[in-house]
């Protein structure tokens, strides 16, 4: 799959997860994708003071951290109309990948789902659709995140009814001709 040529180094990025090994490795996939704002923090507490601190243009976070864990974290993110960053982008980047997990993410408002071990090329993929394929906020009363659906839906022609009204027989347009 060939992936767009973005230059992502003047994005600022807040990164959420409890593993300093993980963090090392988050942070050393994004410097090699030219990303220089880059900030880390271990939990979820953190991760709120430094979205009230400074301006971030993504939230990547895993689903793993204490004492508030990722899906209570995206819960506030979203449903929280006093939240700092309703509206940021989230990768959600976690080793819980079951589909149950997927749909609980998509459901609370993640904009992406990449599970662990996962590779530089697919955390950079999660970012170019992010960007080339901006979704609109949908606002409901059990919801609040980006819109879930991922491509228009076109009902195909051959399914579409015609109107009574404008079918016209062959014996009308020969009357209308001759008319």
């Not at 003047?10 to 410097?31: A, G, K, P, T, W």
Request: glycine share 2%; net charge negative; charged share 25%.
């Amino acid at each position: 799959m060939d992936l767009p040529s973005f230059n992502i180094e003047h994005l600022s990025f807040l990164c959420v997860e409890s593993n300093q090994f993980d963090r090392q490795i988050l942070r050393s996939i994004l410097n090699a994708l030219n990303v220089r704002n880059i900030r880390q923090v271990p939990d979820v507490v953190s991760a709120t003071r430094m979205l009230r601190a400074y301006p971030f243009d993504m939230l990547i976070t895993d689903l793993d951290t204490e004492p508030v864990d990722g899906t209570e974290f995206l819960r506030q993110l979203r449903s929280d109309i006093n939240s700092p960053k309703r509206y940021l982008p989230v990768i959600v980047l976690t080793s819980r990948s079951t589909q149950r997990d997927v749909e609980l993410c998509r459901d609370l408002g993640a904009h992406e789902f990449l599970a662990k071990p996962y590779s530089p090329n697919g955390l950079y993929s999660k970012i170019c659709s992010i960007i080339t394929e901006a979704r609109d906020f949908v606002e409901m009363d059990s919801y609040f995140g980006p819109d879930r659906r991922r491509q228009a839906m076109s009902v195909p022609q051959e399914r579409r009814v015609k109107s009574p009204s404008t079918i016209v027989t062959e014996e009308e347009i020969k009357v209308l001709l001759a008319g």
